[in-house]
Every structure is written in C-alpha cells, then in structure tokens.
C-alpha cells in the first residue's frame, strides 16, 4: 500500500528534527544546509548542468548542484537531495522542475521535498521569525514574506508553499495569492527601481551568522550597516536600509556601528563549479575548480 501525504509528510518531519539535533541544530533558528552536509560527512558539489541536483550513494556520500539555478533553489535542492541519502535512497538524479509539492505524488520525491521544507523551515524558527518582526503569515505583504524566506534561506514561492502544505499556517489560496507577486515586483518595491540582479534581504532581525550570496547579488542590509571591505559596494541608502552590491567573491564582515547587529557576508563567484567549501575563494590563474 502506497503511503499517503500524511504519512509522508510525518515521516518528513521527524527525519527533519532527527537531522538537526544530529547536526546541532535546534528547531528554533535558521540553518546552513552546506554546514549541514559537511557535519554529516555528504560532500557537495556545484557542476555546470542544466538540472535540479543528483544524489550518489557512495564513499563518501556526494550531493551535486546545477550551479546554474538560483541560490535560495540550490539550497532547497541541497536538502532534498540530502533527504535522499537520510532516508537511505539510492543514487537519483532530479531533473529540472517548478516549485516542490505540484502535480503527482511520487512518495520518495514527496517524501524529501517535505523533509527539505522542515529540514530548512521548522514551524517554531517560522514562527519566531514572523513574530520578531511583528508580522502574521495571513496578513504579511509579499516583500515581508520574501523577507522572512531570506532570513530562512529559502525561495519565497518555497516558503509560501511550505506555509500552507507543510506548516497548515496559511491557507492554499493565500500561498497562492502570494505567489502572484513575482520577485521582479518585490525587488521594484525594496529598491524603488527594476533590476534583474538577484536580491538577499538580511534585517535586523537576521538570525543565521553568515549570509550566502554570489557576485552580482544586491543586498538590502539595516540602515546605517557598514562593510569592512570593498568586496560589497555600497549602493545607497532606501527607506529602512541600505543597499550593497556583491562585486567580487570572499567573505566580508558587515555591523551596524553602536548596535550588537553583524554578519559576515560569504561571496561566491557567478555560477561556480567545484566543491561548496572552496566558492568563496578568488580563482588563480589556471583554476579549473577541479
């Protein structure tokens, strides 16, 4: 017999709670899902294919990402795909798709995109995220949302998905309101101007310690925030915050002067192959990120 949604979707959750306190993580705040994978001992890899992800079942156990897709999907894909080797699937190989939890349900492919949404957005850290900035699931604009997915790390259609299928806090005709607004609308509302670039937003009430962005990211950081380095360009300053431009790969530190507010901004290349913990380094002459 077939396992139906619910029981899946259990399934999920608990491999999910299994996972973070395996990795260290409580359900309470966001995580990285590389560091994830590096504490597991899954390797991780970005390649230049035009697919989701592969999972081989190995020695070690190794995750490969198209680095061609947008970071807040590469990441989901890193949990799905990881979800794979937690649940001791074999070697697969994920094609291109839309936004998880569509069309047919295939019970292994339902299973880790419901593992990947409580892996990366446990009710609890959704919950607390929502609340730090006094806002509701029901009544919050599409940027607030889109701003409560990038303190999560994860796609805003994602999360709105997540929100009503995963998370019951939304209803599916509000996930589906929301995912009307496009991000070329929410970016237009943050930074007053249309711009193809894409945009991480990290607040004042930004929880994860490092923010994951590659070169050519805008960034929509708290008002007054300063970079320690000219790895970011300041743009300028929008009402509520101020905007950086990545310009080149490493990790900088940004604070907020007279304020506890810091994080260390982890720049990657544009669309870099090799292994996850080498992307944040500058290329030498003759690097072929092998």
Request: glycine share 8%.
């Amino acid at each position: 017999m077939t396992p139906n949604r619910t029981s899946l979707a259990r399934q999920a959750l608990v491999k999910s709670v299994e996972v973070r306190e395996e990795a260290g993580f409580n359900d309470r705040t966001p995580l990285c899902v590389y560091e994830v994978c590096r504490r597991l001992k899954v390797e991780v890899r970005f390649v230049d294919v035009s697919m989701e992800g592969i999972y081989y079942r190995a020695k070690p156990p190794r995750i490969m990402l198209s680095a061609l897709r947008p970071l807040p999907r590469r990441a989901f894909t890193c949990a799905h795909e990881l979800g794979h080797h937690v649940f001791g699937h074999g070697s697969t190989i994920d094609e291109l798709k839309q936004e998880p939890r569509g069309g047919m349900c295939i019970p292994n492919e339902f299973l880790v995109d419901a593992f990947a949404g409580y892996l990366l957005a446990p009710k609890i850290a959704v919950c607390k995220a929502f609340v730090l900035r006094n806002w509701d699931p029901q009544s919050a604009l599409p940027h607030q949302v889109y701003t409560v997915a990038c303190s999560l790390g994860m796609g805003y259609e994602t999360l709105a998905t997540h929100l009503a299928y995963g998370l019951k806090m939304i209803t599916p005709a509000r996930a589906a309101e929301l995912n009307k607004c496009g991000l070329p609308k929410i970016r237009q509302v943050l930074l007053g101007q249309t711009t193809s670039n894409p945009l991480i937003i990290a607040d004042i009430h930004y929880l994860q310690p490092t923010v994951d962005a590659e070169v050519g990211t805008d960034l929509f950081l708290p008002a007054g925030a300063l970079s320690e380095s000219d790895g970011l360009e300041l743009v300028g300053d929008l009402g509520g915050g101020r905007q950086f431009l990545a310009k080149r790969p490493g990790i900088f530190r940004v604070q907020t002067p007279n304020t506890p507010w810091a994080v260390m901004v982890r720049v990657s290349r544009k669309e870099y192959v090799g292994l996850c913990e080498y992307r944040h380094l500058e290329p030498e002459e003759g690097d072929d990120d092998e």
